[in-house]
């Protein structure tokens, strides 16, 4: 059997691990043995069926600006720190003589974590037998600078392929990478990765004609929450139940909400998709897992995405499908009650999703036929 070393650095949200939690279950279910080497905080409940998993000592993003990496207590990823990681995750890829290794992002993002990455691919290069090495990414990745694409484009000489779990369909991967044309002939769309089955039928009436605003894990999701409050009431909407999902990971000092009638706060949901197959309208941040999973099950939607001027992968990702006319868009610098209530407006007089052809979310199963492919070749 066949061994994956799969590397994942989540910061901020846990999106990235989840993702790749997902895709590694289904490698595994595709008959690799796979390692799964996190660098992120913990995760509680991380569904990890089949495949094995290592955490190195953890850091995560200091802020929301994503610059600067700190350990979990808050102090600086100083010098003995980052010699521990690399000699931990080093050791790992020694021990484990894998037949693959898999960066996800990397060298398209993660770029603060090269003291350990660029050891790392030199050492799967240097192994006995060398193993097929190839990045993991989303459908769309930060813009840069055109010396950082040279410096991307420059690294995946190192690699063998480009796994892009998206659908060129939909958002193309040079809409955001400016050096597509130097790096395609490596690259390869898998379809989208989805944590959850997308084809399961609808398991109850929850959710049923109300709007759901959902903030994914919710690091960043309360002033979404807040102008959705503030927007219920000017919109055609404003008799319906607003279901509110928090997210794990909202700011205990943004849980406090008034009771409104109406309006319902809860913890995010494990039956989320039925709430959204449902609902006359979602809302949502415009993250990789939230908007596979209102495409493929929601009636129409409005997102709002996050973005800093280091991130920028939500707001393109939005942008290219509104402007298929599939989703209402509010930019994150112009979110206010009033925004949000006219892009309603916009998404009700649009077309609903089910009228567009479905897009692909069988990423993980080719992604695993793929890897066979590469590895035989």
């Known amino acids: 059997m066949s061994r994956v070393f799969f590397y994942v650095q989540h910061l901020l949200g846990i ?14 279910d595709g008959g690799f043995d796979v390692l799964l080497v996190s660098g992120g905080a913990p995760v509680e409940g991380l569904a990890l069926d089949g495949v094995r998993f290592h955490q190195l000592p953890p850091l995560r993003a200091a802020d929301e600006s994503l610059r600067d990496l700190a350990q979990l207590d808050g102090n600086p990823v ?18 484990e003589a894998p037949d693959a290794v898999l960066t996800e992002q990397f060298p398209f ?36 600078r055109p010396e950082r694409v040279d410096e991307a484009v420059h690294l995946l000489d190192r690699f ?49 004609d109300e709007v759901v605003v959902s903030v994914g894990g919710g690091a960043v999701g309360a002033p979404l929450l807040k102008a959705a409050i503030a927007a219920r009431p000017k919109t055609a909407l404003g008799t319906r139940t607003w279901r509110l999902l928090m997210g794990e990971n909202l700011p205990a000092q943004d849980r406090a909400f008034a009771h409104e009638q109406g309006v319902v706060v809860e913890p995010a949901r494990s039956d989320f998709m039925t709430l959204l197959r449902n609902a006359t309208l979602s809302i949502s941040q415009a993250g990789y897992n939230t908007t596979i999973e209102t495409l493929c099950c929601a009636d129409r939607a409005v997102l709002v995405p996050f973005a800093t001027a280091r991130e920028t992968e939500q707001m393109d990702r939005a942008q290219a499908l509104a402007e298929r006319g599939m989703v209402a868009v509010v930019p994150p610098d112009a979110l206010s009650a009033q925004s949000l209530a006219d892009a309603v407006g916009r998404a009700l007089a649009g077309p609903s999703l089910k009228s567009f052809p479905p897009c692909d979310v069988d990423g993980g199963a080719k992604t695993a036929a793929l890897l066979h492919r590469l590895l035989a070749t």
């Open 109 to 144: 993002g993660r770029t603060r974590l090269r003291f350990e990455l660029l050891p790392l691919l030199e050492a799967a290069r240097g192994l006995p037998k060398r193993p097929l090495i190839a990045c993991s990414v989303r459908d769309v990745v930060r813009r840069a």
């Open 78 to 95: 100083d010098d003995a720190f980052q010699g521990r990681r690399t000699e931990a995750l080093l050791g790992l890829l020694h021990a």
């Open 15 to 28: 999106g990235h691990l989840r993702r790749a939690a997902v895709l590694a279950r289904a490698l595994a």
């Open 160 to 208: 063998d392929a480009v796994l892009i779990h998206g659908d060129s369909r939909l958002v193309p991967f040079e809409r955001s990478f400016a050096g597509w044309e130097r790096i395609k002939g490596r690259a390869y769309y898998t379809g989208y990765v989805s944590e959850r089955d997308l084809a399961q039928g609808m398991q109850s009436a929850a959710g049923k």
